[in-house]
T-cell receptor, first 110, second 116 residues
């Protein structure tokens, strides 16, 4: 069966450090992979998209890598700030639909 | 810029009651989606509409019906609510469902439904 796995444990990180989140998937051949941010009580907000033929994508302090051989994406927040505290969701596209992982909470400690 | 608007934001139902969640987008998007989000389960797709006039089942369609009323509006109906349908429901839209375009989804703020 198809699975998208993200770490269920919250990541607590000191302000200024780099937070790294992992998204692993099985039985998908996604054309692209996306990352979203979700704050409590709010809908998810799109952050980045990376296509299957791209290895890395950057946007400001965010960096995403995509390894289709390992079936894994890494999401990095550099120079993390307390305002980065949220849950981050990865999502894979296939069959006209986007399927989401369960999300990984990040807590940035001042 | 309204984006994706969902109503109602909160609703409490008794088992067996029916209700419709409304969703409208003002971005001229072709595709619209209904997800539910439960603790520990993540976002799960209920139904989607790749384009006006089409609807398809997602991962968890049982107990729900949808209507793509026009390009802007996509409603979700619970005909006979059950406690297992207690959840937060999110409507989303995207420009295109296919591989072209960014595929980025824009979400509403959610509708919190409790079925007693």
């Amino acid at each position: 069966s198809q699975k998208i796995e993200q770490n269920s444990e919250a990541l607590n990180i000191q302000e200024g450090k780099t937070a790294t989140l992992t998204c692993n998937y099985t039985n998908y051949s996604p054309a692209y992979l996306q990352w979203y941010r979700q704050d409590p009580g709010r809908g998810p907000v799109f952050l980045l998209l990376i296509r299957e033929n791209e290895k890395e994508k950057r946007k400001e302090r965010l960096k995403v890598t995509f390894d289709t051989t390992l079936k894994q994406s890494l999401f990095h927040i550099t120079a993390s700030q307390p305002a980065d505290s949220a849950t981050y969701l990865c999502a894979l596209y296939g069959n006209n639909r986007l399927a989401f992982g369960k999300g990984n909470q990040v807590v940035v400690i001042p | 810029n309204a984006g994706v608007t969902q109503t109602p934001k909160f609703q409490v139902l008794k088992t067996g009651q029916s209700m419709t969640l409304q969703c409208a987008q003002d971005m001229n998007h072709n595709s619209m989606y209904w997800y539910r989000q439960d603790p520990g389960m993540g976002l799960r797709l209920i139904y989607y509409s790749a384009s006006e006039g089409t609807t398809d089942k997602g991962e968890v369609p049982n107990g729900y019906n949808v209507s793509r009323l026009n390009k802007r509006e996509f409603s979700l109906r619970l005909e006979s609510a059950a406690p297992s349908q207690t959840s937060v429901y999110f409507c989303a839209s995207s420009l295109l469902a296919g591989g072209s375009g960014t595929g980025e989804l824009f979400f509403g703020e959610g509708s919190r439904l409790t079925v007693l």
